[in-house]
């Protein structure tokens, strides 16, 4: 039920906009069916250049938005980008199916435009921009954000740490094996992790030059060198969270970077990976001679980390 209403709480700083029309205009006046001040927030000139912002305090999953035009007026907003922030600085714009998406907005002053997100935004700061409005009046708006809190473990690396966890027997062999995390970092290089198993098997993922590199040599390497790569993503060292999931069942792999997931098999000799001995997240502890990889340590941030269903951030915090 992540469907509370977000904004209508907020203190009157939590608002603010690239301009006010007066006093009585502000961004504060923009909250869904309130009429006090004008009865909506304008900006002092409407072009394509103004937006309205709210900051939700903290990292919040954003589920749904609501619009209106201001109260008992010619102002609405016909059409608007949101954009979303973590730190109010970096901005990303909400896309849907990788295409620039444009909100359709308000055909009256009155009438609330609802809309159920395609997919959740996790952020603390939103932006309204229009982009289009009823052309005998003004941008005028009032809005609604609908979401709850985001549940989220972070953790930083300084380029120079690792995170390491160690399998201290041999779990039951599962029937699927998968890791999952987010990341955000503004460099082109680093490790997020290697899982090494003592016949020499291993799995390697590293950044390198912004794209996630998967390496997956399977089987004894003295023997069997039997190497697997694919490459992922693009311009990942935005300084925007972005999510890994590795799926792996016998020697198929299942690798997904944001929405884009990659199907393939690993080669090799055998059909299961002997990975049952160690993970590490940010670096390699002991390099070894895993190809042609930098193995430079990540310096950014690592959210959520989980590994078949173990929250390994809450591990490393308690032990």
């Known amino acids: 039920n992540c469907d509370d209403q977000l904004v209508s709480s907020l203190p009157q700083s939590s608002f603010s906009s690239s301009s006010e029309l007066s006093s009585s205009h502000s961004p504060e006046f923009a909250r869904l069916n309130r009429r006090e001040g004008a009865g909506g927030w304008s ?3 409407s072009n394509k250049y103004q937006w309205l912002q709210i900051d939700l305090g903290e990292r919040t999953e954003i589920t749904a938005v609501a619009t209106q035009g201001g109260y008992g007026s010619s102002d609405w907003v016909t059409s608007y980008l949101l954009m979303f922030s973590d730190g109010g600085r970096n901005w990303k714009q909400y896309r849907q199916e990788e295409s620039t998406w444009a909100f359709s907005g308000n055909t009256n002053a009155d009438s609330v435009v609802y809309y159920k997100l395609q997919h959740s935004i996790k952020a603390r700061f939103l932006r309204f921009v229009p982009l289009d409005w009823n ?6 708006m009032r809005i609604e954000v609908y979401g709850c809190t985001y549940m989220s473990e972070v953790v930083g690396f300084d380029g120079k740490s690792c995170l390491i966890y160690t399998f201290h027997q041999k779990p039951v062999s599962a029937l699927k094996d998968v890791i999952s995390l987010k990341f955000k970092t503004m460099q082109s290089e680093g490790i997020v992790l290697h899982r090494k198993g003592q016949n020499g098997d291993h799995i390697t993922l590293e950044l390198i030059k912004g794209k996630l590199s998967l390496l997956i040599n399977l089987g004894d390497t003295k023997t069997h060198p039997s ?11 935005d300084q925007h969270w972005h999510s890994i999931l590795i799926e792996h069942f016998n020697n198929q792999i299942n690798f997904t970077v944001d929405k884009h997931t990659h ?6 000799e055998f059909n ?5 001995y160690e993970l590490s997240f940010g670096g390699i502890p002991v390099p070894g001679k895993s190809g042609t990889l930098s193995h430079k340590n990540f310096h950014g941030c690592f959210e959520n980390i989980y590994y078949n269903g173990v929250n390994i951030i809450d591990l490393a915090k308690r032990h």
């Open 135 to 140: 052309p005998n009046g003004r941008i005028g």
């Open 263 to 268: 199907h393939f098999h690993a080669k090799g």
């Open 272 to 276: 299961y990976l002997d990975l049952d």
């Open 43 to 45: 900006p002092l000139v």
């Open 227 to 237: 190497n697997t790569q694919i490459t992922l993503g693009s311009l990942l060292d």
